[in-house]
Protein backbone atom coordinates (compact mmCIF):
# COMPACT_ATOMS: atom_id res chain seq x y z
CA UNK A 1 0.00 0.00 0.00
CA UNK A 2 1.27 3.61 -0.76
CA UNK A 3 0.69 6.78 0.92
CA UNK A 4 1.44 10.27 -0.52
CA UNK A 5 0.74 12.80 2.42
CA UNK A 6 1.47 17.06 1.34
CA UNK A 7 1.95 19.30 4.10
CA UNK A 8 2.81 23.13 4.49
CA UNK A 9 0.03 24.37 3.64
CA UNK A 10 -1.78 27.55 5.55
CA UNK A 11 -2.71 31.14 5.43
CA UNK A 12 -0.68 33.49 3.79
CA UNK A 13 -0.92 37.53 3.05
CA UNK A 14 0.03 38.49 -0.25
CA UNK A 15 3.74 38.47 -1.18
CA UNK A 16 4.58 36.33 1.42
CA UNK A 17 5.88 32.09 0.98
CA UNK A 18 5.47 28.91 1.84
CA UNK A 19 6.92 25.78 1.35
CA UNK A 20 4.85 22.65 0.29
CA UNK A 21 6.22 18.88 1.60
CA UNK A 22 4.54 15.61 -0.21
CA UNK A 23 6.10 12.72 1.21
CA UNK A 24 5.51 9.26 -0.69
CA UNK A 25 5.89 6.30 1.68
CA UNK A 26 4.38 2.35 1.40
CA UNK A 27 5.07 -0.02 -1.23
CA UNK A 28 5.90 1.27 -4.56
CA UNK A 29 7.56 0.91 -7.76
CA UNK A 30 10.69 3.33 -9.19
CA UNK A 31 9.21 7.04 -8.93
CA UNK A 32 9.80 8.77 -12.52
CA UNK A 33 7.89 12.31 -12.55
CA UNK A 34 6.56 14.44 -9.60
CA UNK A 35 4.40 17.26 -9.66
CA UNK A 36 1.68 19.37 -8.14
CA UNK A 37 -1.78 20.51 -9.12
CA UNK A 38 -3.77 23.02 -7.23
CA UNK A 39 -7.53 23.32 -7.29
CA UNK A 40 -9.40 26.20 -7.04
CA UNK A 41 -13.48 26.18 -6.19
CA UNK A 42 -15.01 27.02 -9.25
CA UNK A 43 -11.90 25.98 -11.31
CA UNK A 44 -10.10 23.79 -13.41
CA UNK A 45 -7.45 21.62 -11.76
CA UNK A 46 -4.64 23.50 -12.80
CA UNK A 47 -1.05 21.86 -13.70
CA UNK A 48 1.61 23.70 -11.49
CA UNK A 49 4.60 22.18 -12.02
CA UNK A 50 6.60 18.96 -13.04
CA UNK A 51 9.86 17.47 -12.02
CA UNK A 52 11.31 14.62 -13.57
CA UNK A 53 13.42 11.84 -12.05
CA UNK A 54 16.86 13.87 -13.33
CA UNK A 55 15.55 16.79 -11.85
CA UNK A 56 14.62 19.18 -14.44
CA UNK A 57 11.25 21.69 -13.71
CA UNK A 58 8.20 22.47 -15.68
CA UNK A 59 6.11 25.24 -14.67
CA UNK A 60 2.84 26.85 -15.33
CA UNK A 61 3.45 29.95 -16.80
CA UNK A 62 1.38 31.61 -13.98
CA UNK A 63 3.75 30.19 -11.04
CA UNK A 64 7.20 31.11 -13.36
CA UNK A 65 10.27 32.95 -11.39
CA UNK A 66 7.64 32.87 -8.34
CA UNK A 67 8.01 28.82 -7.78
CA UNK A 68 10.11 26.65 -7.69
CA UNK A 69 9.67 22.61 -7.41
CA UNK A 70 12.48 20.29 -6.48
CA UNK A 71 12.87 16.83 -5.09
CA UNK A 72 14.85 14.40 -2.91
CA UNK A 73 14.99 11.10 -3.97
CA UNK A 74 16.60 9.50 -1.35
CA UNK A 75 13.74 10.44 1.06
CA UNK A 76 10.50 10.50 -1.48
CA UNK A 77 9.92 14.22 -1.33
CA UNK A 78 8.91 16.26 -3.03
CA UNK A 79 8.80 20.36 -2.34
CA UNK A 80 6.82 23.19 -3.54
CA UNK A 81 8.72 26.70 -2.69
CA UNK A 82 6.42 29.57 -3.28
CA UNK A 83 7.22 32.99 -3.32
CA UNK A 84 5.52 36.47 -4.14
CA UNK A 85 2.35 34.22 -3.24
CA UNK A 86 -0.74 36.53 -5.11
CA UNK A 87 -4.40 35.61 -4.13
CA UNK A 88 -4.83 33.79 -7.61
CA UNK A 89 -2.68 31.32 -5.62
CA UNK A 90 -5.38 30.08 -3.37
CA UNK A 91 -6.52 26.72 -3.76
CA UNK A 92 -5.91 22.73 -2.70
CA UNK A 93 -2.57 21.65 -3.51
CA UNK A 94 -2.17 18.10 -4.75
CA UNK A 95 0.77 16.48 -4.80
CA UNK A 96 1.26 13.43 -7.24
CA UNK A 97 4.06 10.49 -7.97
CA UNK A 98 4.15 8.39 -10.62
CA UNK A 99 5.80 4.69 -10.63
CA UNK A 100 4.08 2.92 -13.36
CA UNK A 101 0.64 4.49 -11.89
CA UNK A 102 -0.15 8.09 -10.64
CA UNK A 103 -0.34 8.19 -7.09
CA UNK A 104 -2.20 11.32 -5.34
CA UNK A 105 -2.34 12.68 -2.10
CA UNK A 106 -5.27 14.55 -0.50
CA UNK A 107 -4.20 18.26 -0.74
CA UNK A 108 -3.00 20.94 1.34
CA UNK A 109 -4.75 23.91 1.05
CA UNK A 110 -3.00 27.23 0.15
CA UNK A 111 -4.94 30.54 0.83
CA UNK A 112 -3.71 33.87 0.18
CA UNK A 113 -5.04 37.04 1.41
CA UNK A 114 -5.03 40.43 -0.01
Known amino acids: QVHVAESGGGLVQAGGSLRLSCVVS????????MGWYRQAPGKQRELVATITSSGRGIYADSVKDRFTISRDNGKNTLYLQMNSLKPEDTGRYLC????????WGQGTQVTVSS
Open 26 to 33: GTFSSINN
Open 96 to 103: YADDFRRL
